[in-house]
């Protein structure tokens, strides 16, 4: 039984790490400027809203894993995201050929990333986690970070439409969601130990 529930709990995470693989590669995609001018406004945040969508489905499946405590901030970030970009595409809908604005970072679905992240960087290290383990929480830190540069970019200027740090704003995006995707990768190579056994029964 317990093995069966070990195998199960490895089946979520391996889905869990393609969501996240599947939803970062839409917001890198989505926030190199070259792309979006080229898909236009609303075909750009429907990608958004399509990443935000799988990375609800990847911290969704992580919430069933044990021990992953972190699991349910980053699933209520992923709710605000779900939210914000929905509204950017809503917005973008309605502007029509006028064009309307992008999806802009989430202030409160970054920060929910990143006490998820820093969460999770605690537990590994109290567990001792495995080098991989390591690389995978510190790349998300490291993404949660960048996805937080890019929230604060994003901040409007008061009587202005002008914002913050536009470069900030695609930098941290692009380079967040390049870590998220890295750290998803990791998640989805084989454990070291099954690698052994699987040459083992050769």
Same mark, same amino acid.
């Given at each position: 039984m317990s093995d069966g529930g070990g195998a199960g709990e490895r089946r979520r995470l391996l889905l869990s790490d393609a969501s996240f693989a599947v939803g970062s590669v839409c917001f890198a995609v989505a926030a190199l400027p070259s792309i979006a001018a080229a898909l236009g406004a609303i075909v750009t945040?429907?990608?958004?809203?399509?990443?935000?969508?799988?990375?609800? +489905?990847?911290?969704? +499946?992580a919430l069933g894993v044990p021990d992953r405590s972190s699991s349910v901030i980053q699933?209520?970030?992923? #709710?605000?995201?779900?939210v914000s970009t929905s509204q950017a595409l809503i917005a973008a809908v309605s502007a029509g050929a006028k064009g309307g604005t992008g999806w802009r970072p989430d202030a409160f679905g970054s920060i929910c990333f990143l006490v998820s992240s820093v969460l999770a960087v605690v537990a590994?290290? *109290?567990? *001792?986690?495995?080098s *991989?383990? *390591?690389?995978?929480?510190?790349?998300?830190?490291?993404?949660?970070? #960048?996805?937080?540069?890019?929230?604060?970019?994003?901040?409007? +200027?008061?009587?202005?439409?002008? +914002?913050?740090?536009?470069?900030w704003t695609g930098v941290g995006t692009v380079g967040g969601a390049l870590c998220f995707l890295a750290a998803a990768v990791i998640g989805l190579l084989p454990a070291p130990s099954a690698q052994r056994a699987a040459t083992a029964s050769k």
């Open positions: 945040n429907v990608v958004f809203v399509v990443g935000s969508v799988f990375f609800t +489905l990847g911290a969704g +499946l699933f209520v970030g992923t #709710l605000f995201f779900n590994v290290a *109290r567990q *001792r986690g495995s *991989r383990d *390591r690389a995978g929480v510190w790349l998300n830190l490291l993404g949660s970070v #960048l996805f937080g540069f890019a929230a604060v970019g994003a901040f409007v +200027l008061p009587g202005t439409d002008a +914002l913050l740090s536009p470069f």
